[in-house]
């Protein structure tokens, strides 16, 4: 066979070295090409993370048995020989950057796979890599350059195993301290952010808006390179897919915090909508996770025998307590703190009492009793009143030294309002406690009374910071404003002094979560969220004019009018015969029992990333079936490849 | 009359036996015998007294065989407590005394506090019936560790001290055939467990269905107890003079969303569609909103009239349900989420069906649901109404509220219902084939199987049984020879009218299975049937001798066990106080020898903690391990309350195996079910007699009253 010129340009001996020529034959395999030119180079060194990429195709030629001529190769093509990983900047959903070595040539499934393995994040199918904002990045690349972690170091051993924990870290990341530091800063929450940056960042303010930010999805089985990504290009690694599978705080510390930043952001920056009692519940569970958060990172590092050892113990003292009563519960009951003092008191909807009067105030289990004074509280009190199931809320502000606890108390006429004043925050947080203790039916000697205490004064030391004189700049753990914690939206309508007592009063149900069942709270209650997990497209169905947005949800299609925001209409997967797309003219034809025919073109994204999103709710729904921990990687690709898959 | 004394003394004797195996919770055969009187059940009593004398005796009998084994539960933890506290050193035994006076005094809080209403009496609250802790083990360390010891004990005689506030009540529970039952629930059990209990003692099909309600008189409202829910607490927010009421009904709206969710998830869709929807698809759907990281509510939106504050007019709104409440759109706002009003958030309120508002309150339709407090008994501001146009749409708004309030719970629950259910069909199916033998006109089982089977083929084989029954006790293994028909002699004996005969055969008839059917399915007589107030039920028939004949040896003192007869006055008084607990008792006599029955009685006092002999005889071990295992309360002393299911398993086997040989002395266990049914019709509220031993001195008095009055 005849011989004939073959070029290939080597970046790395930089971009003005000329190409290196081979001669070769149409019949020599790739292989063959790559060991000619190695020699030709004649540097010593290692080779085998190189492989040949043809530019005019943008095509990896990585099967080294097939010749140049199953390839189809001649001798215009213009081959690089180039490595196959490269480092990738890496956005996380906590905003956090990383550098990784990230596979520009396997398909972007595998490259995330990969990804996840390093970062320690299980179900991998769910995320995917999402092109940054373009304006964005402007702005960024002027005024500031987050801080980069370099993890391009770690490579983590290959295989289908779970990763391995050492200390509660993953092996690959025990080398160093700095390492491992930077796995803390993965799995744990980041700090609250300013206000300002929040209301800086893009938030959607559309459906349209949402759409877009769907046309950015890469297409999971082509590799970054044929995508145009180039080295140390910035992606974004989010969760795509809205159906969590089997989250085990245990193992899943990185994915946990990194999917629980995920919804915080789509709160703040109202990617999701939700009325103002939700948010006020997000924020007081912002604010309590990142309290807690800032207490716990000794935990974390605690080695993992005795943590072991300390959740063993734990599950041995429930056990104990075998359910109604344990010994220390009794104990504290004989032993319960005392609490009493002199308080003033107000109802507002009886006349009989004149503004505020003071008697001596007396705790008992859940009621309060009052006497005229300290002296006869031996006595019969004036009056008893039982907290049990009534509503404890705070009217407090800290500079003009107000600390009212307003209480509704139930009886068989109705509620009864009752006011407590409080002299100052010592006292206050006391009562408040005990308030908040009895209105859920525990007495002071609940082990939660210190705990409840503190809480509230460290609550009232933000107002303190917020309504002080001092702008709040400071962003100090102790000094956080609570305009960090809702979305801009609620900045306008509401300052910082007025924002505090409705968080407080959401606040207080969730105050005595542990961090892990703070942020499984924020996630359940972000889920329940109407609108929670529709991923929208603009489409225009077949027949019609105008044009509409189509709803990806786990487990279904809305149709949505773009002008009104009503959904048209629902078809629910399990009724799907079939979906097909037609590549040439990029329509996506669904086929749904009772011959329901359903066909549309897509607008703001490519319709191959509407492809992948219903095959890839399809293949998510298989996963539970399935209980082995292995990923069916064939099944993915079959669901979400189209053509690719073929 | 004297037919029914000499059966009574002799049930006495049953029941002195059944109560020295104390800690055994019995199911109450379903059919009690005696006299039995017109159905003339007042509601509102207004004392102690009266309220006994109001009493059906059947219920009289069977409160006082809840009270008999509850004291003689107490007594004989007392007496080992005191034993224990005794050996080792002083301190501690002085709590137990107090401990007692406690006891004696709690009731009478109790009656002040609240209750009065006719359901809701304060009873005994004296039993505790937690077993003391970890005495046993702990003793043999004494020596070595004192400050241990000690601390156990302080630890003991708190948890008495706790155990003494357990708050009771003798709760009245409306049939729908217009009968009650009366049953003691103590603060700790859940609707479930009255659920089971009442299962027990109506011997209904158990379907998912069956359900407690509770109405409110006053404000004409209704709710469905969840079965998670405690059926204290609600109680115990009646007022003094209140006509609230506890029904027992079957409510198809309960679970109607796990047996067709497509009408509330998909309630958008036609109808046709929901209605051919798949069995598959209906799980995929329970799937999705259930099953998943967070629950999700379904997507109700619609316009619902709302009753304007303190207004008598009607207004209408678009109000959204979300799992975080109930929101309306403003005037003039659009219907993103960031405008709604919040109407009512679900953590402090209830949701009630309105009964005819459109008379009370003007309402456009009669479809109407409230919100309100648990507490609030009387017209107020707090309350808040809506109405929706039809039944339909009522039902969706309630059920997607339960849903966004009770959340994982509510399937919990469904699923602990269906268990249940589930495994009575299956017993009932097996035990039809024999009972049918027997007595073929059984028209009333044969009526109700076919409701039960539910989809359930009746699966003969033992295993399935058991595995099915997860943690549940298993039935009793020995069932399927066993079947034990009820001994012909006494049920001759007690057969005071044959009227009717076939019914009861089939309720008497497989006794052992009655045992067992706080979680096993009891035979399902119509539920109704058994109840107090229906005479002829109780009185077995003596008539299918011949039918009989072939069946194994009766176990039959299961079905009495129940029912304690009205104890001579004689008894009555050594009973109550039972002084005599420094001495431990020895085993209860033999179980061969029948005891007399006045002495029994009195032996009841004495012999307290019998251990029941019969345990041994029978070998029911496994049994009994698998209640302690399914996390049934600490098997020292006797469970009194214990979740029922388990405690009827380990009688069962017994009575099962039992069978040959003395019918009588097999002594089912005593009738102490977790829920001792005391009768105290809610009267007793005012009266607030004070110890466990006046409450039984009046009952036995009224009871005696009764009888004579015959």
């Known amino acids: 066979m005849a011989a004939w010129d073959l070029s290939i340009i080597l970046e790395d001996l930089g971009p003005d070295t000329p190409p290196i020529t081979l001669s070769v034959s149409s019949d020599l395999h790739v292989g063959g090409v790559i060991i000619k030119l190695v020699e030709k180079t004649q540097m010593k060194r290692d080779w085998s993370d190189y492989a040949l990429w043809w530019e005019q195709k943008q095509q990896w030629l990585l099967r080294t048995a097939w010749t140049l001529e199953k390839y189809g190769i001649h001798a215009d093509a213009r081959l690089l020989f180039i490595p196959q990983h490269k480092p990738l900047k890496l956005g996380l959903p906590s905003g956090m950057t990383l550098k990784v070595w990230a596979s520009f040539s396997s398909p972007v499934f595998q490259a995330v796979m990969t990804i996840c393995r390093i970062l320690n994040i299980r179900h991998p199918e769910e995320l995917s890599l999402l092109r940054p904002l373009e304006e964005k990045k402007k702005k960024k690349d002027k005024d500031k350059v987050g801080e980069i972690y370099d993890l391009t170091g770690v490579r983590p051993a290959k295989g289908t195993q779970p990763v391995s924990l050492y200390n509660d870290v993953p092996a690959h990341f025990a080398d160093s301290a700095e390492m491992e530091a930077i796995y803390k800063m993965l799995s744990v929450t980041q700090t609250q952010p300013a206000p300002e940056i929040i209301t800086k960042q893009y938030r959607p303010s559309s459906v349209v808006d949402k759409a877009h930010i769907n046309g950015r999805w890469l297409d999971s ?85 005795m943590e072991n050892l300390e959740s063993a113990l734990q599950s041995l003292e429930v056990k104990m307590e075998g359910g ?34 003071q008697y001596w105030f007396k705790f008992q289990d859940t009621s309060i009793s009052y006497f005229k004074s300290k002296e006869e509280s031996v006595g019969e009190p004036i009056q008893q009143i039982n907290l049990k199931g009534g509503e404890v809320a705070p009217d407090v502000n800290v500079a003009s030294q107000k600390f009212l606890i307003r209480l509704l108390i139930p009886s068989p006429e109705g ?112 889920q329940a969220l109407p609108d929670f997990g529709i991923s929208y497209v603009v489409v225009r169905f077949k027949g019609s004019r105008k044009d509409e947005v189509l709803g990806i949800a786990s487990n279904r299609l809305i149709r949505i009018d773009l002008g009104v925001g009503d959904v048209v209409k629902t078809w629910r997967y399990n009724n799907m015969k079939q979906w097909n797309v037609n590549w040439d003219i990029r329509q996506v034809a669904i086929e749904f029992e009772g011959n329901v025919n359903v066909a549309f073109s897509c607008v703001t994204a490519d319709c191959k990333i509407v492809h992948e999103f219903i095959g890839g709710y399809i293949f998510m729904s298989t996963r539970s079936r399935e209980k082995s921990g292995t990923l069916n990687e064939e099944l993915f690709h079959k669901l979400t490849g189209g053509h690719e898959a073929l | 009359m004297d037919d029914i004394d000499a059966m009574f003394s002799d049930l006495l004797g049953e029941m002195d036996l059944l109560t020295q195996s104390l800690g055994q919770e019995t199911v109450p055969p379903a ?71 406690h006891c004696a005094a709690s009731p009478e809080s109790l009656t002040s506090n609240n209750s009065g209403s006719n359901a809701s009496t304060p009873s005994s609250s004296t039993t505790s019936p937690f077993p003391p802790p970890p005495p046993k083990s702990s003793k043999p360390t004494m020596e070595e560790i004192e400050a241990q010891v000690k601390a156990d004990k302080i630890k003991l005689a708190l948890e008495k001290l706790k155990e003494a506030k357990v708050k009771k009540l003798v709760v009245k529970v409306l049939m729908n055939d217009g009968s009650a039952k009366t049953l003691m629930v103590d603060e700790r059990q859940t609707v479930r467990e009255v659920l089971d209990n009442m299962f027990e003692k109506t011997h209904c099909d158990c379907n998912v269905d069956w359900s407690l309600c509770e109405t409110n008189h006053e404000l004409q409202l209704q709710r469905t107890f969840e079965d998670h829910e405690n059926l204290v607490e609600p109680l115990l927010a009646w007022t003094r003079d209140s006509e609230n009421k506890v029904l027992f009904q079957e ?39 259930f099953c998943g990281t967070s629950i999700i509510v379904p997507d109700l939106e619609g316009v619902l009239h709302l009753k304007e504050d303190g207004k008598k007019s009607w207004k209408q709104r678009l109000f959204q349900l979300r799992a975080s409440g109930i929101y309306y759109v403003s005037k003039g ?161 007690l057969s005071a009218r044959n009227s009717f005969s076939k019914r009861h ?50 176990p039959p003192v299961a079905g009495f066990a129940s029912l304690p007869p009205p104890p001579p006055v004689a008894g009555i008084g050594s009973l109550p106080p039972p002084p005599v607990m420094s001495t431990l008792p020895p085993p209860p006599p033999p179980m061969n020898s029948l005891p007399p029955l006045p002495a029994s009685f009195r032996d009841m006092g004495q012999s307290l903690p019998p251990p029941p002999p019969a345990r041994e005889v029978f070998q029911s071990p496994p049994p009994q391990t698998v209640f302690i295992g399914s ?80």
């Not at chain 1, 939700?274 to 924020?283: A, K, N």
């Not at chain 2, 052992?512 to 058994?530: E, F, H, K, R």
Request: charged letters at 20%.
């Open chain 1, 221 to 305: 089985s082509r590799c970054l390179r044929q995508q145009g990504v180039q080295e140390n290009d910035l992606l974004w690694l989010r969760f795509k897919y809205y159906s969590f599978c089997d989250i085990e705080p245990k193992y899943d510390a990185v994915r946990l915090t990194q999917l629980y930043e995920q919804a915080r952001w789509a709160i703040l920056l109202e990617d999701i909508d939700c009325t103002e009692e939700e948010m006020m519940l997000f924020g007081a569970l912002q604010y309590h996770i990142g309290k807690v958060s800032q207490s716990e990172p000794e935990r974390m590092s605690t080695n993992a025998a």
């Open chain 1, 324 to 357: 109604s009563s344990s010994a220390s519960d009794m104990l504290d009951t004989m032993m319960a703190p005392e609490l009493s003092d002199y308080l003033k008191i107000f109802r507002p909807k009886k006349l009989t009492l004149k503004g505020y009067k």
């Open chain 1, 415 to 526: 509620m009864n309002e009752v006011y407590l004043r409080c002299e100052n925050e010592q006292q206050y947080a006391h009562w408040m406690a005990g308030c908040l203790l009895a209105s859920k039916g525990k007495s002071l000697a609940d082990s939660s009374f210190q705990s409840e205490i503190q809480s509230i004064r460290s609550f009232l030391a933000v107002q303190k910071t917020n309504s002080g004189s001092s702008s709040h700049t400071l962003a100090s753990d102790e000094s956080m404003n609570t305009h960090s914690l809702v979305s801009p939206r609620y900045h306008k309508k509401y300052k910082p002094k007025q924002l505090t007592p409705r968080i407080l009063e959401a606040y207080q149900n969730i105050s005595q979560l542990s961090m892990t069942d703070a942020m499984m709270r924020f996630l359940q209650t972000w």
């Open chain 2, 31 to 101: 059919s009690v015998p005696g006299p039995t009187e017109e159905p003339n059940f007042s509601i509102g009593f207004t004392d102690l007294n009266e309220s006994l004398n109001e009493l059906e005796d059947n219920d009289l009998d069977a409160l006082m065989a809840d009270l008999v084994a509850d004291l003689n539960a107490t007594e004989e933890r007392l007496a080992a407590q005191i034993e224990e506290l005794q050996v080792p050193s002083p301190p501690p035994p002085h709590k137990s005394p107090t401990n007692i006076q």
């Open chain 2, 251 to 289: 409510i198809g709206e309960k679970y109607e969303v796990f047996k067709n969710p497509q009408n509330f998830y998909l309630w958008k869709k036609d109808k046709k569609t929901l209605k051919d929807f798949k069995d598959k698809d209906k799980e995929i759907l329970i799937q999705e909103n």
């Open chain 2, 333 to 493: 706002k659009t219907k993103s989420s960031r405008d709604l009003v919040c109407f009512v958030q679900f953590d402090n309120v209830n949701v009630y069906y309105g009964k005819d508002f459109k008379n009370k309150y003007k309402a456009p339709t009669d479809f109407c649901f409230v919100f309100k407090h648990p507490q609030i008994q009387k017209e107020s501001q707090y309350i808040k109404y809506l109405c929706c146009d039809d039944a339909w749409s009522m039902n969706l708004w309630v059920t997607g509220i339960r849903i966004a309030k009770y959340g994982a719970s509510l399937y919990e629950d469904y699923k602990t219902a269906e268990k249940k259910a589930a495994m009575s069909s299956k017993w009932t199916n097996r035990c039809m084939p024999s009972s049918s033998n027997t007595s073929t006109p059984s028209p009333t089982i044969k009526a109700k199987s076919p409701g039960q089977a539910n989809g359930h083929a009746p699966k003969p084989q033992p295993e399935p049984f058991s595995q099915d029954v997860g943690n549940l006790p298993p039935p009793p293994p020995p069932l399927d020879g066993v079947l034990p028909p009820p001994p012909p002699s006494l049920a001759a004996k």
């Open chain 2, 505 to 554: 055969l089939l309720n008497k008839f497989p006794p052992p299975p009655s045992a067992i059917d706080n979680n096993l399915p009891p035979p399902p007589p119509p539920p109704p049937v058994d109840d107090t107030e229906e005479p002829p039920q109780f009185l077995p028939p003596p008539p299918p001798v011949a039918g009989f004949a072939s069946l194994p040896p009766p």
């Open chain 2, 631 to 710: 996390g049934a309360p600490p098997p020292p002393p006797p469970p009194p309350p214990p979740p029922p299911c388990a405690a009827t398993k380990v009688v069962a086997p017994r009575s099962a195996l039992y069978t040959p040989g003395s019918l009588k002395k097999t002594p089912p266990a005593p009738p102490k079910r977790s829920t001792p049914s005391l009768h105290g019709g809610g009267g007793g509220g005012g009266g607030g007699d004070g110890g466990g031993g006046d409450f039984m001195s009046e009952l036995m008095l009224a009871m005696q009253k009764k009888r004579s009055d015959h």
